[in-house]
């Protein structure tokens, strides 16, 4: 078996307080919440010294590490987060995390490592009689890296060793062995997300303290795999030399997950430092104007006709101008084609015992101020087109909850003020579900749902509603 000097690995030598107070021991350490997991930042040899008095006195402990490659993981597998989110602690593996700690603008954690921590576990160990029990790897590797560390500490108490590759039958026994090993300390080296997963799924079964989770170090502690020399180390480029010694199983990993990592590093970054939501703003309100800009131009020959119609009937007015209320409350003056008689505010009072809809909004379906030419209008929601002026304007958008009357949000109660939150839009959730048919209450709802996972995506999807909503005619009055 190959050795790996104990110079290429080994820190210098820290002081050593028996009957530490632990909690003293955990006020070491500083937390920096990335990716929304919580990382305990702390040098290699505080974090070791906690880890093995920990297992000593019995606390019970799990630890796993978090790397560029475990934050792309954790985005695509529920279970793994929360296989994470149940750690006791998260120590930040690698130069990916402190990275996006820099871009993120928080504290930068230290890098704490396995590979470089397991020697300093197995030193401290040794001074506190902690037993180690080693799990993972192919047939072999494990007990090769319980023999080098045996090697270096002699008075290490390795408690029994296990490869990886056990059958599910095997479980069982498997779990047995190692809670009467007398074990204070398990290192599992099945790789991420099985090591994690694993423990997750076996923690309230092992009865041991600590349970560490420590990816393919045994790999490098048995002499199977060299480490890189320590000035790639020292230039932060392990990573390098380790897709060198293995490009067909870390290839994919680094090639396509590292430009994968810094998206959402990126993100991570934009999110914290108030950038996402400016960003979101910006896309939105460009897409207002590109769709309101293109609209008015295609419909134009419909708005000369449309006005003509209007004009032609009563001779009033082809557009209609009225006081709503728009985002945080402001007033603005919303624009649509005049579908009504000109005194049609005047008769409202009169008609407001005769709502079809009970509650704020008044809405008649047989409304005897609309205009003939109205009627064809609102059946087809033309008379909401010259809103496409207030989107350029910037007052409205092209999709957000519909603006209200003074006099509506007068009677708001309890959460519907919510609904002002947003920049009030030509279309909604729920007129591409329903329009008047559906009760205030419920809009109410539905437009505050809508301003909580407001996207891109899910304007757009309300945009292409829109077309065959209007078809339908389904509560258009």
Same mark, same amino acid.
């Given at each position: ?24 021991? *955990? ?27 920990? #297992? ?33 602690? @998260? @120590? ?8 996006? #700690? ?123 795999? #060299? ?68 609209? *008015? ?9 449309? #006005? ?43 008609? @407001? ?125």
């Amino acid at each position: 078996m190959k050795h790996i000097p104990a110079s290429a690995i080994r820190t210098a030598a820290y002081p050593i307080v028996i009957g530490e107070n632990t909690d003293h021991e *955990l006020a070491l350490f500083r937390t920096t919440k990335l990716f929304g997991l919580s990382l305990q930042d702390g040098s290699p040899k505080e974090t070791a010294a906690h880890i093995v008095r920990g #297992a000593a006195h019995g606390r019970r402990t799990t630890v796993n590490f978090i790397n560029a490659h475990c934050v792309n993981v954790a985005m695509a597998d529920r279970d793994y987060r929360n296989a994470l989110e149940r750690s006791d602690l @998260l @120590l930040p593996d690698g130069v990916g995390v402190q990275i996006a #700690a820099r871009l993120a603008g928080c504290e930068v954690p230290e890098n704490v490592n396995g590979t470089d921590l397991f020697p300093l576990i197995c030193e401290r160990a040794a001074i506190e009689g902690a037993g180690i029990f080693m799990l993972g790897g192919m047939p072999g590797i494990a007990d090769a890296a319980a023999a080098w560390a045996c090697g270096e500490w002699p008075s290490l108490r390795i408690r029994g060793t296990h490869s990886g590759y056990f059958a599910a039958e095997e479980e069982e026994a498997l779990i047995e062995r190692i809670n009467r090993s007398g074990a204070a300390i398990l290192c599992v080296g099945l790789g991420v997300p099985l090591q994690e997963l694993w423990i997750s799924r076996n923690r309230d079964r092992l009865n041991i303290p600590v349970v560490i989770g420590v990816g393919g170090l045994f790999d490098y502690y048995s002499g199977r795999i #060299a480490r890189a020399p320590a000035a790639i180390r020292a230039m932060r480029c392990e990573w390098v030399w380790r897709l060198a010694m293995e490009p067909r199983r870390l290839g994919r990993r680094y090639f396509l997950g590292n430009p994968i990592f810094i998206a959402h590093a990126i993100a991570e970054a934009a999110e914290r430092r108030g950038l996402t939501k400016f960003f979101a703003g910006a896309a939105k309100r460009t897409f207002d104007i590109l769709v309101a800009a293109s609209a *008015l131009l295609a419909l134009l020959p419909m708005f000369l006709i449309v #006005a003509i119609a209007i004009r032609a009937e009563d001779r009033g007015p082809v557009f209609f101008r009225q006081r709503r209320i728009g985002k945080d409350g402001r007033a603005f003056a919303m624009m649509k084609f005049r579908s009504m008689y000109t005194d049609a505010e005047d008769r409202r009072k009169a008609l @407001l015992a005769q709502s079809d809809r009970s509650g704020t909004c008044f809405k008649m379906k047989d409304d005897p101020r609309i205009t003939r030419t109205g009627k064809f209008l609102r059946r087809f929601s033309i008379d909401e087109l010259p809103q496409l002026i207030n989107v350029l304007s910037g007052t409205m958008s092209i999709v957000g909850p519909r603006p209200a009357l003074p006099s509506e949000v007068a009677r708001y109660e309890g959460r519907q003020w919510e609904r002002l939150h947003g920049k009030p839009g030509i279309t909604c959730s729920w007129q591409v579900k329903g329009r008047a048919e559906i009760p205030f209450h419920r809009q109410a709802i539905m437009d505050r749902a809508y301003l909580r996972r407001r996207s891109f995506t899910r304007d757009l999807k309300l945009v292409l509603m829109t077309l065959p909503a209007i078809v339908n005619g389904r509560g258009a009055y």
